[in-house]
T-cell receptor, first 116, second 112 residues
Framework: EPEVTQTPSHQVTQMGQEVILRCVPI?????FYWYRQILGQKVEFLVS????????KSEIFDDQFSVERPDGSNFTLKIRSTKLEDSAMYFC??????????????FGNGTRLTVT | GQQVMQIPQYQHVQEGEDFTTYCNSS?????IQWYKQRPGGHPVFLIQ?????EVKKQKRLTFQFGEAKKNSSLHITATQTTDVGTYFC????????????FGQGTILTVHP
């Protein structure tokens, strides 16, 4: 069964550094998402992406965050200047059509970001 | 904005007992999805409900969507240790580009 893959599985970075989290969504999916989960807390929506542009973003997704689909397969999340509170598990997801109209989200295994 | 409240936050049961988690929305939903996240894992899709009053079953799991499409529940009959994890509902307002909001999740612990 096709999978969403994320790399790296764990990223450690110093406060103020830039990080790029990478995702390869399922190939025939059109909608892409980033979520994050701080340890022990709920899964929080960051951003959705369709047709090479952001569809929706949450209050968390401020100017420090950006997303890109640099080629036909990768979907990246960049955090420009990491803060301690950015430490979390970041999940990428994709869906065939929008989940709002009934398509399940398929999640990757996540990247654990630790900011020191 | 759309608010989804999920209760309870935690549930500890003895193996064999039943378990229910509830999601309540402040707005009418076009559909609701349920996900399970095992400890250390990622959310995995369980089911989607679309119609008012819809009830779906998956073995020991029963999912319901309220008549007003503002609330939903997941019920597990006779829990097993393999049911351990966090159960989330995901709500969408109805557009393809909607901001998809997870409930807070219910962490289920099953004691053997």
């Amino acid at each position: 069964e096709p999978e969403v893959t994320q790399t790296p599985s764990h990223q450690v970075t110093q406060m103020g550094q830039e990080v790029i989290l990478r995702c390869v969504p399922i190939s025939n999916h059109l909608y892409f998402y980033w979520y994050r989960q701080i340890l022990g807390q709920k899964v929080e929506f960051l951003v959705s992406f369709y047709n090479n542009e952001i569809s929706e973003k949450s209050e968390i997704f401020d100017d420090q965050f950006s997303v890109e689909r640099p080629d036909g397969s990768n979907f990246t999340l960049k955090i420009r200047s990491t803060k301690l509170e950015d430490s979390a598990m970041y999940f990428c997801a994709s869906s065939e059509v929008g989940a709002g109209v009934g398509s399940p989200l398929h999640f990757g295994n996540g990247t654990r970001l630790t900011v020191t | 904005g759309q608010q989804v409240m999920q209760i309870p936050q935690y549930q500890h049961v003895q193996e064999g007992e039943d378990f229910t988690t509830y999601c309540n929305s402040s707005t009418t939903l076009s559909n609701i999805q349920w996900y399970k996240q095992r400890p250390g894992g990622h959310p995995v899709f369980l089911i989607q409900l679309v119609k008012s009053g819809e009830v779906k079953k998956q073995k020991r799991l029963t999912f319901q969507f309220g008549e007003a499409k503002k609330n939903s529940s997941l019920h597990i009959t006779a829990t097993q240790t393999t049911d351990v994890g966090t159960y989330f509902c995901l709500s969408a307002g109805g557009t393809s580009y909607g901001k998809l909001t997870f409930g807070q999740g219910t962490i289920l612990t099953v004691h053997p």
